[in-house]
């Protein structure tokens, strides 16, 4: 017996505020204007991708004390852009990551409810935490909660969500003309939430949206952020992009499932994926060593040299060797509002390694730094692409992949009339969108089939 | 004789679920399933623009709507529920070309950073024509709804204890505006720079911390959106009080206030003009707006018959904080031109049925008041800033 053929999910990142996105290409748009937002999307909809994708930051990143100024800088309001989207696309998803820890579950949930009516049901939340005072000094609270808590805080908030979502049925608008009956119920939306970062009751005044809930993304990598997502997720962004590590991955998340009473299908596994795309596989090669030197400059080199070395490395050349000082391992770091920086768990190891690497390979910094940065997920001509994303989705690496592209706003553009068809053609991917909600894009059910938690009482 | 003729009218619509009137969605046409559509706030938005008006403004809250003032109520017979303002206006952006959009945001219980770089964004979307009308909420429910403040019950609204929260609230409103105009202008309009030699997206030194410290908050910036279209999207407030006349001759670019005649519209744009002074902004354009509830048909008895038929619908007299109006749209025309001799630029209508009213703004009001001469043939400027006849304000950060 033969597996039957998974059909495979695809997505778009707007291109972020990393070194992945090339500014410096004559073809590179604004990354601020809606129109490069409204080519973006729907580009993503004519190649009927589930939805388009926004990351968020809500703090400019700093680095010496000053603010980074060599990547991409800037981005519009993730609820307001992706309500805008909704009057440019119909099919398409929209998911916007919203911070659990600088907002408060009554306001985030209008926001969703809202989003989720005016797309007619296309609303998906990603859910971030964070929890340093760097970001905090935007906010009235300030950097209020310890690392530590941060998950528990963004699970409860997600409940809290949940249960306002959850307070209108959605048959409670009766508005009967002739009765003069608008609501069937005097009571609808009433909720009382109380635990131990969230203390509220009241009405919630968003009556039931299309899908019942926003479709809920996890995005955290750790053991904490997996079990958070086999619980309460519809789908991960994950950062995976290798074949071993997606299904080392997708296995160990999938297992986790059962324990919560939740089919392998009810949670999707969706990893970041950027790719070269060439007419042939030796110019995607090409393509691929060129965008990465433009994605790492002598300059930017440097700076994600000091990721790991933290502290000033500006007098060294970027096209020489090494510096041959030990990185500072003090409390305070350098560089601020970056995940990043937290991969280098050991900075005196790593820069030990890399100076053997560079030392062996005769690699200058910025050598280095593009060496040991992330290589595209998927490079190759439109043939390759279709068949190496098909094996890895069939080899379950993944269910599909969150596109990011290098160039804002046409990166998808030759991915969509060129790789696209590929798939449709291998049976793996949708000629035409066969349900109106990003649910039904998503193959996930509608939550009202386990609303059982909030039973009149 | 005057030697200029009076400027023309400014004419806004306010847009509150199926109306003003609490019956207005038992009305024909009124479309009450739809409400939580957005086709519904598309052709809402769309016919204000056929009728060349300056802005629509969106109300919000949060919390349900309540007959009371301070508390909720269980009432099932009126529209309840609605949608978030800020998007319903982003919503419809991309529809429209000329109108200006001013969403109601609520400034007791959000965050100023986020509604910077929302209403910057809705500017974006828009092409500049974004605003915010800008509100306080005392109601101790709709506090309960967030959990992180009390406000104290307010049992009268003429006691001292009342105003004392209320001044508070005001207060904390004005900081909250303040923060979020400061934000707008934390990326000088030239800071991106994209300097391929040097690698440079930005030029830092154009991007400002704004450093805000308030007896209520601080926030340091800079905006992660950079300085939008306008500059200064328009803030607007409504203002029924000393209080409030504070906060619009502080804080806004728009004032909405309720005079029940010409004598009262006079003193009240005194007592704003005064309080400008005070505030050191006398030189800056404001905009002093009547709010009224209109509704409006050919023929007076006609218009007062509806309103009377829907007073019934809703077993009660309707009132409201704002003058009603019930007549014709010639008769309308009249009244607004006699209430700009006292000082008012302009008139921000709350159609007591959106599906009947609005038309009648739009399609009978505007001929009126064009034949009058008193307001626009077609839409001369491309932002809400500029149909409001406000220049693109310099960016206080920037160097002179």
């Known amino acids: ?457 | 004789m005057s030697s200029t003729p009076p400027a023309p009218l400014h004419l806004a619509v306010a847009l509150d679920g199926t109306g003003w009137h609490p019956a207005s969605w038992r009305e024909p046409g009124a479309r009450p399933r739809e409400l939580f559509t957005a086709a519904y706030w598309a052709d809402l938005v769309t016919e204000a623009e056929r009728g060349l008006l300056d802005f629509v403004t969106v109300e919000d809250g949060l919390g349900p709507q309540s007959s009371h003032a301070f508390e909720p109520d269980e009432r099932t017979d009126q529209v309840r529920g609605r949608l978030d303002a800020v998007l319903v206006a982003a919503r419809v952006a991309p529809l429209t070309r000329h109108i200006g959009l001013v969403p109601t945001v609520v400034a007791t219980h959000t965050e100023p950073f986020h509604i910077s770089k929302a209403i910057a964004t809705l500017d974006y979307v828009s092409n500049g024509r974004a605003g915010l009308r800008v509100q306080i909420t005392a109601r101790p429910n709709e506090a309960a709804h967030f959990g992180r403040r009390t406000v104290p019950r307010i049992e009268a609204y003429d006691s001292p204890d009342a105003l004392a929260t209320v001044t508070d609230l005001f207060d904390e409103a004005a900081d909250h505006v303040e923060v979020v105009r400061r934000l707008w202008d934390s990326w000088e309009d030239d800071a991106e720079i994209r300097d391929v030699a040097t690698g440079r997206f930005i030029d830092r030194d154009k991007l400002h911390y704004i450093d805000f410290e308030g007896r209520h908050f601080s926030v340091r910036g800079p905006s992660i959106t950079p300085r939008p279209p306008q500059g200064q999207p328009i803030v607007s407030a409504l203002a029924h009080d000393t209080v409030p006349y504070r906060l619009v001759a502080r804080a806004a670019d728009v004032g909405c206030i309720t005079p029940r005649d010409a004598d009262e519209a006079r003193d009240t744009v005194a007592r704003i003009r005064a309080e400008q002074d005070a505030a050191g902004r006398a030189s800056e354009p404001l905009h002093v707006f009547g709010d009224l509830v209109v509704f409006l048909d050919d023929d007076a008895a006609t218009a007062r018959a509806r309103r009377e038929r829907l007073d019934a619908l809703a077993g009660e007299p309707f009132t409201s904080d704002a003058p009603v109006f019930t007549g014709t749209p010639a008769q309308l025309a009249d009244l607004l031109l006699e209430l700009r001799a006292s000082g008012l630029t302009g008139f921000r209508l709350r159609p007591g049925v959106a599906a009947h009213d609005l038309p009648a703004i739009t399609r009978g009001l505007v001929p009126e008041v064009q034949r009058r001469g008193a307001f626009r043939r077609a839409y001369e400027a491309g932002t809400l800033r500029g149909l409001l006849g406000l220049p693109r304000p310099a960016n206080r950060y920037a160097a002179a």
């Open chain 1, 1 to 457: 017996m033969t597996k039957p053929l998974k059909q495979i999910h695809l997505a778009a990142h707007f291109p972020g505020v990393n070194n992945t996105t090339v500014w410096s290409d004559p073809r590179a748009g604004s990354h601020i204007e809606f129109s490069s937002f409204a080519h973006f999307a729907r580009t993503a909809e004519r190649a009927k991708f589930d939805f388009l994708f926004l990351a968020e930051g809500l703090r400019l990143r700093e680095q010496g004390g000053q603010i980074y100024d060599l990547d991409v800088v800037g981005r519009p309001d993730t609820f307001t852009v992706l309500a805008a989207l909704a009057a440019v696309t119909e099919h398409l998803g929209l998911t916007g990551t919203i911070n659990s820890t600088f907002n408060e579950p009554y306001e985030v949930a209008r926001q969703f409810a809202s989003l989720d009516h005016l797309s007619g049901g296309r609303a998906a939340w990603n859910v971030v935490t964070s929890w340093d005072a760097f970001t905090g000094e935007n906010f009235r609270r300030g950097g209020f909660l310890p690392q530590q808590e941060r998950y528990s805080r963004a699970k409860e908030f997600l409940a809290t969500a949940h249960e306002l979502f959850d307070s209108w049925r959605g048959d409670e608008i009766l508005a009967d003309q002739e009765t003069g009956r608008f609501l069937s119920d005097a009571k609808a939306g009433a909720f009382v939430h109380s635990g131990r970062h969230f203390d509220i009751h009241g009405r919630f005044n968003v009556p039931r949206s299309p899908q019942g809930r926003p479709v809920i993304f996890q995005a955290g990598d750790s053991d904490e952020g997996r079990e958070f997502a086999a619980a309460e997720a519809d789908a991960i962004f994950s950062r995976h992009g290798t074949l071993e590590a997606g299904r080392a991955f997708y296995s160990d998340v999938k297992s986790r499932l059962a324990k919560y009473g939740r089919g392998r299908d009810q949670l999707l596994i969706l990893p970041a994926a950027t790719f070269a795309l060439a007419d042939t596989d030796a110019e995607a090669e090409e393509l691929a060593r060129e965008v990465r030197r433009q994605q790492v400059s002598g300059a930017t080199a440097l700076r994600h040299l000091e990721f790991v070395w933290n502290r000033d490395l500006s007098a060294y050349d970027p096209d020489g060797p090494l510096p041959d000082i030990d990185p500072d391992i003090g409390e305070d770091h350098i560089s601020q509002g970056r995940a990043q920086v937290r991969m280098y768990r050991d900075p005196l190891a790593t820069a030990r390694e890399w100076r053997e690497l560079a030392e062996a390979n005769r690699w200058s910094i910025r050598d280095l730094v593009i060496h040991t940065g992330n290589r595209q997920n998927f490079v190759g001509s439109p043939a390759t692409l279709a068949r190496t994303i098909d094996a890895f989705v069939q080899a379950d690496a993944s269910d599909g992949f969150i596109l990011v592209p290098h160039l804002t706003p046409t990166g998808l553009d030759e991915f969509a009339d060129k790789v696209v068809p590929l798939l449709q053609e291998r049976g793996v991917y949708r000629t035409e969108y066969e349900g109106t909600t990003l649910r039904d894009h998503l193959g996930l059910a509608h939550p009202d089939g386990r609303r059982t938690e909030r039973a009149a009482s």
